[in-house]
């Protein structure tokens, strides 16, 4: 295995800790998430209005046939957070709604 010289490993570990340093600094200017997870930060955006239009309904239902399996009831209940279940997801052939079709 070739190694670096001394000059070339003390180059890599200050541009390390150069660019470690760089990324610590900018962390600091934004709130980390995590450190109190029972309480929402004061400034943290609210959605204060969800409507689940038709069009919310035939997205969330694509690919699906009626009638439409009692499994999907959960839709009654779906708020406004993220669900991987009314957006496209793996391609074929494991795309069984038919997400990625032309």
Known sequence: MTRLPI?????VLVVFVGISGVAA???AQYPVAGITPYQRPANAPVITDFEKNTNWYA????G???????SLR???DQ???STPF???GMLPPY???GWHRD
Not at 7 to 11: D, E, P, R, W
Not at 59 to 62: M, R, S
Request: with cysteine; charged share 25%; proline share 13%.
């Open 7 to 11: 000059a070339g490993q003390c180059l």
């Open 25 to 27: 600094a900018n962390e």
């Open 59 to 62: 997205e969330a239902l694509h």
């Open 64 to 70: 699906v046939t009626r009638p439409y399996p009692s």
């Open 74 to 76: 959960f839709l009654e």
């Open 79 to 81: 708020g406004p957070w």
């Open 86 to 88: 009314n957006r496209p």
């Open 95 to 97: 795309d069984i709604r």
